[in-house]
């Protein structure tokens, strides 16, 4: 039980419970004791009027004393909701006000006078709660108080929404509508079993029969939802009314996008080449098949037809009436066939075969009439209504607009747009630029990859183009309820669930751009420096070369695409054998000695060959089997080889370095004391200068030492040459054999070669640790430059050029070990995160016969992606500290839109006029309110940056005006926080910072004063 509670709660909450289960039993004592009297005792009498007789509790008052029936009734004469009990000698059972007698007065809310002229129904009203359903008799007003008040606007006045219009019978607390519109957006619950769980709650021991009720409590909630949509829209403040709405008016906007007239400078429209795409306004497109509707015959219409975020249904219909299908050729090189599906046959018992939508990628924010039905699949005249349709009035000079198939929707756009209306039609000025979203990207050809791929494209930041994924995995639970309802309230209700989406998308902006900037400080930083170390590794020549032929393409994507890998010759197998033999008649014919005129560095070159030959038999004899009497002799016969070029060379070695001879001396006293046999020749110390002991490197001619460590430079140079040739040439082995081996016996071939790659590169990092080391040992003050640049080569180093390449499996590992490589998080790192290895990046000497144009293509495209990945980092900082500008401005100027509707109908009632005022101030409240929480978030981070801008500025003055006045101005109840500036003021109920926004703690305090009033200390 422990370790299950451990696993849920953690170790903290695991010793809570644990705690609480020693003390179970006197909670179920507490519990039980509230079904009985308590401390009463019989004959129980009334509290109130001491009568005796029957006895009443109240459920929802915290008043648990007793009450006759007329009592009961007078204490609850407001509160008719209230659940009751009586006492009937045994135990408490259920009763209600209404049985007890009590009649609800209604239209006398602001008065204790009595009606005089009540109203009774003749049947008591049903009235659905968030406590339950009840039965409440119910008195209208017609006395001179309501002055002729309709009854429905009676019943709203108590906070009751009626279920009909004329002579309602059925009315619902606008508790339980808030309560189920917040259940239904968090968890995508339906009406109906919302219904019957008021209705257990009710009564859980009886099958009520309140199942009639249902059509009442849906119609209330399809009524409400949408006025709530207009209020919020302040659409009760427009003199025109609500039928003046306008198309996409209610929907929740974007503050973080481009919106010229709130948050962008009004120079915007001029900004250079290089600066558009800080103002460029980023939306992905997409379909969504879950989202159906059954064909049933049931013609109705929205209540807020396009006033959200679905175009409006009519002209929509129209045009697709008049549209004639012409199927569109795929040109995609996808074996995957991505475009297909936008020719697929919708099913024909289905009204609505899915839904098409935009939305913003960078915030994932649902665009106002940017969603439409799909009634056959995903045609283009679909998505083409519904993209131009949302950006009818977007005033912007530059669009990136990301689809899974903008490879093919967008050729003919332009072809198709000419016969929508004007006011479809995109401005000429707009520079629209496609792509194919990431996760998407991988199911297309190569060219599409290349060319519409957003870590290559100017401009796209680190926009991944998925957003509009979000969306639909965030809708599609409430696909079973939705698919069951009429046109009209289906639609309804996907705009209320679009619009909360949007809501708290925006309420969170304050967490989520302060995550993207902190992410993308760091990684600015650090892809700039591999960028900067990998040009500085190539010769300048190459690099300027690479740059005009990127820019080129840049300016003009007819230019051929440097991010495209060019068709090459291909890898053989029996170019790779001839390769290897080459290789290893290299390595044979470098253990001959010369023994004539041999020079100092000779002497160092011929120990490091035989430093180089010890280490390749070690390997030798560790993969030889013991049972191959071939494979042993050919060991032997090495090692006797070895063993006489050892001794030869050792005579040398008494000349160059005599102090070795000691050293000699000791290591064979220290044999023969063991009792040891003689040691093995690929065991044996040759003591180069990089291995003497300090107190013997005195002795040694520093002259020699400097030579060795020359040549230990060339070595590890060396190595690192051949890494990058060998692991180049597996990576065009392996992509060879994917394409073109295939049966058992090629496959154990190539297996074999890849083997033989394998060990040869594991030699060749084994020898550069070597020379690294020595290296180190060697290296004086002057050397420190050089030494940097051998950096510890981990196995996780030696990995290819390419993603691909550095995310080979060996085959020997089964799919278990794959799958669990995964899961880990080491085998997929996405294209804009991925780092080259150091070894790549390096620079090293040139040597002769280097040359391969497969590799130097392969470098340029390295090159190219490493370049991206900078420049899309520095992007993505620029981009997120101006939408964090805009965010605030557009809080702003929205606070004062709001203000500004307050007083805009002027012949109404005071009474009215007095909600309007209050309604748009506690809006405009609200956004300043969670315009200076996200002020505080983020302003801390940026200055610990080094990252400002005037803006900032402002804000600062105001957080510190804020912070004065609160620690100056004397606690008053129910005083608010107040300031000159609009940006700063604020009132009502403040909005807590959240707990998981990161180190506040040491960004910028967040306290608050005794009112619950934020006090802001940067």
């Known amino acids: 039980m422990c370790n299950a509670l451990s696993s849920l709660y953690g170790g903290s909450q695991v010793d809570v419970v644990f705690e609480w289960s020693k003390l179970r039993d006197s909670f179920l004592d507490e519990l039980i004791r509230l079904d009985g009297l308590g401390s009463h005792q019989a004959p129980l009498s009334c509290h109130g009027c001491g009568a005796a007789g029957k006895i009443f509790r109240c459920v929802d008052c915290r008043d648990t004393r007793f009450y006759c029936s007329a009592c009961m009734c007078k204490e ?22 209404h049985s007890l007698g009590l009649c609800f007065q209604l239209g006398h809310d602001d008065t204790d006078a009595h009606c005089t002229h009540p109203v009774k129904t003749h049947k008591p009203m049903t009235i659905i709660d968030v406590s339950g359903i009840h039965r409440v008799h119910v008195d209208f007003c017609e006395c001179s108080v309501s002055n002729g008040v309709p009854r429905r606007a009676q019943l709203l006045r108590a906070r009751w ?18 309560l189920f519109l ?57 003199p025109e009314g609500i039928n003046a709405t306008k198309p996409g008016e209610c929907a929740v906007e974007c503050p973080a996008c481009p919106q010229p007239g709130r948050n962008l400078p009004e120079n915007f429209s001029s900004a250079s080449q290089s600066e558009r795409f800080v103002y460029a306004l980023f939306l992905a497109m997409d379909a969504n098949f879950k989202l159906k509707l059954k064909e049933r015959g049931i013609k109705d219409t929205p209540l807020g037809d396009g006033w959200g975020y679905f175009v409006p249904s009519v002209p929509y219909k129209d045009h697709l009436s008049t549209y004639k299908g012409q199927q569109e050729m795929s040109s995609c090189q996808s074996e995957l ?45 679909n998505m083409d209504y519904i993209v131009l349709s949302t950006l009818e009035k977007a005033e912007i000079t530059t669009l990136y607009l990301s689809y899974d198939i903008a490879c093919q929707w967008f050729k003919n756009l332009p072809t198709r747009m000419e016969a929508y209306p004007l006011r479809l039609q995109l401005t000429p000025t707009i520079l629209v630029i496609v792509a194919i979203p990431k996760l998407h990207l991988e199911g297309h050809g190569p060219e599409c990859q290349a060319r519409y791929s957003l870590n290559f494209i100017p401009g796209s930041a680190r926009t991944c183009g998925e957003s509009i994924e979000q969306i639909w995995s965030g809708q599609n639970a409430v696909a079973m309820s939705t698919r069951e309802m009429t046109p ?36 600015k930083a650090k892809h700039a420096k591999i960028f900067e170390e990998l040009s500085s590794s190539l010769p300048v020549a190459l690099v300027s070369k690479w740059i005009a032929m990127v ?14 890998t060019q068709p090459r010759s291909g890898t053989s197998l029996a170019a790779v054998k001839l390769d290897l033999a080459k290789q290893e008649a290299a390595d044979a014919a470098a253990g001959t000695i010369s023994l004539h005129e041999v020079t100092a560095s000779v002497f160092l070159s011929t120990g490091l060959e035989l430093e180089d030959q010890q280490r390749h038999l070690c390997a030798l004899m560790k993969s030889a089997s013991v049972n191959s009497i071939s494979e042993t002799t050919d060991i032997q016969q090495k090692l006797n080889a070895l063993e006489h070029r050892i001794k030869t060379w050792r005579k040398l070695q008494a000349i160059y370095m005599p102090a070795v001879t000691t050293l000699l001396e000791e290591d064979h006293a220290l044999v023969e004391d063991e009792n040891a046999g003689p040691v093995s020749p690929e065991d044996v110390n040759l003591y180069l200068p990089s291995d003497l002991p300090s107190n013997l490197q005195c002795h040694c001619s520093q002259a020699l030492a400097r030579k060795e460590f020359l040549l230990r430079v060339g070595q590890a140079d060396d190595c690192i040459l051949q890494l990058r040739r060998h692991l180049h040439m597996k990576a065009n082995l392996w992509n060879y054999r994917l394409n073109n081996v295939t049966g058992q016996k090629a496959m154990t071939c190539a297996r074999d070669i890849m083997d033989r790659f394998d060990q040869k590169i594991k030699r060749i990092a084994d020898k550069y640790r070597f020379a690294r ?19 510890v080569l981990n196995d996780s180093d030696i990995r290819g050029l390419g993603r691909a390449d550095a995310d080979l499996l060996d085959d020997t590992e089964g799919s278990a070990s794959k799958r669990q490589r995964t899961m880990e998080g080491e085998v997929r790192i996405s294209e804009g995160r991925r780092t080259m290895s150091w070894i790549w990046r390096v620079a090293v000497g040139n040597r002769d016969g280097d040359a391969d144009e497969d590799f130097d293509e392969d470098m340029k495209i390295e090159w190219m992606k490493t370049r991206a990945r900078a420049q899309r980092w520095d992007e993505e900082v620029t981009l997120v500290f101006e939408e964090m500008r805009r965010t605030l401005e557009f809080f702003e100027w929205r606070a004062t839109f709001r203000e500004m509707q307050a007083d805009r109908r002027t012949e109404i009632g005071t009474d009215l006029i007095s909600g309007l005022t209050a309604y748009a101030a506690k809006q405009a409240a609200g956004l300043r309110r969670l315009a200076r929480r996200f002020a505080t978030l983020w302003i801390p981070f940026l200055k610990k940056n080094s990252l400002s801008a005037p803006w900032m500025d402002s804000w600062l003055a105001t957080l510190s005006l804020l912070t004065t006045h609160a620690a100056t101005t004397p606690v008053v109840p129910g005083a608010q926080l107040s ?14 910072i959240d707990s998981d926004s990161g180190d506040e703690e040491e960004e910028g305090q967040h306290t608050f004063d005794c009112r619950g009033e934020e006090i802001f200390a940067l």
């Open 551 to 564: 820019e080129a393409w840049e300016a003009d994507n007819s230019q051929p695409n440097p991010y495209l």
């Open 773 to 791: 080391l020595a290296i180190l040992a060697l290296a004086t003050e002057e050397d420190i430059d050089t030494v940097k640049r051998f950096e």
């Open 76 to 97: 609850h004469s407001r509160l008719p909701l209230h659940r009751i009990e009586q006492w009937d000698g045994g135990y408490f059972e259920k009763t209600s006000l």
């Open 488 to 523: 009209g309230n289906r639609q309804d209700t996907l705009d209320c669930h679009l619009g909360g989406w949007n809501h708290r998308k925006v309420v969170g902006l304050g967490t989520s751009l302060l995550a993207l900037m902190r992410d993308a400080v760091p990684m």
């Open 337 to 381: 066939r991505a475009v297909d599906h936008a020719n697929l046959r919708g099913n024909q018992k289905l009204a609505v075969n899915g839904v098409g939508g935009v939305n913003c990628s960078r915030h994932a924010l649902n665009r106002p009439v940017g969603f439409g039905d799909l009634q056959r699949s995903e045609k283009y005249c």
């Open 979 to 992: 300031s000159s500036s609009a940006s700063s003021s604020s009132a009502g109920t403040p909005v807590p």
């Open 182 to 238: 917040q259940l239904t957006l968090q968890s995508k619950l339906n009406i109906y079993d919302f219904y019957l769980a008021l209705a257990h709650l009710s009564d859980n021991w009886e099958t009520l029969d309140l199942k009639h009720r249902y059509k009442e409590i849906s119609r209330c909630i399809h009524e409400y939802r949408h006025i709530m949509m207009a209020k919020r829209g302040a659409r009760g403040h427009d």
């Open 161 to 178: 929404w009626p279920a009909t219009i004329d002579r309602p019978q059925t009315a619902v607390t606008l508790n339980a509508l808030d």
